[in-house]
């Protein structure tokens, strides 16, 4: 079977739920899907055709997706918002697992149409599928779905060390220096404090996430939990530095870069297929076939965005992939 002809239906439709929050002309750019012209195999026909007998209305959807990374969309109704975003660096093995998950089974009799979208890699697939379930807001995606109440520990300048919670939407967190975190939360902030407070003998009071008596020892000093810096057992200035260094895993990184920049991402299938991930504050905003093009992805305006952080942060500082300054 030829799937040239599906192929380029498949990216006509692509372009469309490309609507990222950008200015129109950029839309194409920013997620231009890569028409991949792989003739599939016919021994690969019969698998696929077993596993879609719950579903033969997504038989040949399933049998036309790129076994090629990329992001995949089950759609519903004509013009209502996609089920459900997800990704993959074997588009069809991974919605081949679907149709085998029994839980999964309303969704995708729900589903009417499946789309997909290639990258050249899994980087660009993850950023992809992170910004189109932000926006699209998929009624099955779980993770990722709403814009939480972002929140991190930041070190109040000054001694003796004092910790307050700042929220993403009054303090940069991309260029603001001394956060820890990311909690979706204030709860969650506090349950990691306290945990962390648990397993290196720090004390809740002194910390300010519960009232004491000064130099009156707390509860958790009696019970072994506290080192005591609460009663004057250990100084207040061990306990600062035992804090300090106890935070420093979850320190985030300020974004180490002037502005903008591309990550250059090869497909190893296909070395012709390159993408630039352009990449500012954390903030993900959209990727180009070339640098001209990425260029002006930069003019997009962006705040911090956590998931773009957890996704470019190891690429970026350990540079496991070409970056050029835009
Ligand atoms: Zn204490």
Redesign the pocket.
């Known amino acids: 079977m030829v799937t040239d002809t599906t192929h380029a239906v498949m990216a006509t439709d692509a372009n469309t739920t490309g609507n990222l929050p950008l200015a129109t002309s950029q839309r194409s750019s920013r997620c231009a899907p890569h028409r991949a012209h792989t003739r599939r195999q016919a021994g690969s026909d019969a698998g696929t055709t077993g596993q879609t007998d719950g579903y033969p209305h997504l038989r040949q959807a399933v049998a036309d997706l790129p076994d090629a990374p990329g992001v995949y969309l089950f759609h519903g109704q004509p013009g209502d918002l996609p089920l459900y975003i997800g990704k993959s660096i074997h588009l069809r093995s991974r919605v081949l697992a679907h149709l085998r998950a029994p839980d999964e089974a309303r969704m995708l009799q729900q589903t009417r149409r499946i789309e997909h979208i290639r990258t050249a890699g899994e980087l660009g697939a993850l950023l992809l599928e992170s910004a189109l379930i932000k926006q699209q807001q998929p009624l099955y995606n779980r993770k990722l779905r709403r814009n939480r109440q972002l929140c991190a520990w930041q070190v109040v300048p000054g001694s003796p060390l004092r910790l307050q919670l700042a929220a993403a939407q009054t303090v940069n967190f991309a260029t603001t220096p001394q956060l820890y975190g990311l909690f979706a939360s204030r709860h969650a902030a506090t349950e990691a404090l306290q945990a962390l407070a648990d397993r290196h003998g720090?004390?809740?009071?002194?910390l300010g996430l519960e009232k004491?008596v000064p130099g009156k020892?707390?509860?958790?000093?009696m019970v072994k939990r506290?080192?005591?810096?609460?009663?004057g057992q250990t100084s207040r200035a061990a306990h600062d530095a035992r804090t300090l260094a106890a935070l420093t895993d979850m320190q985030l990184v300020c974004w180490p870069f002037a502005g903008a920049v591309a990550l250059l991402e090869v497909c190893p299938l296909d070395p012709q297929f390159v993408q630039y991930h352009v990449v500012r504050n954390w903030c993900y905003l959209g990727s180009a076939p070339n640098l001209a093009q990425a260029r002006q992805l930069d003019a997009v305006a962006a705040g911090f965005d956590a998931d773009g952080y957890k996704i470019v942060c190891k690429p970026i500082l350990h540079q496991q992939t070409p970056i050029i300054e835009l």
């Open positions: 720090l004390c809740l009071s002194v004491g020892a707390c509860f958790r000093h506290c080192a005591g810096a609460c009663c």
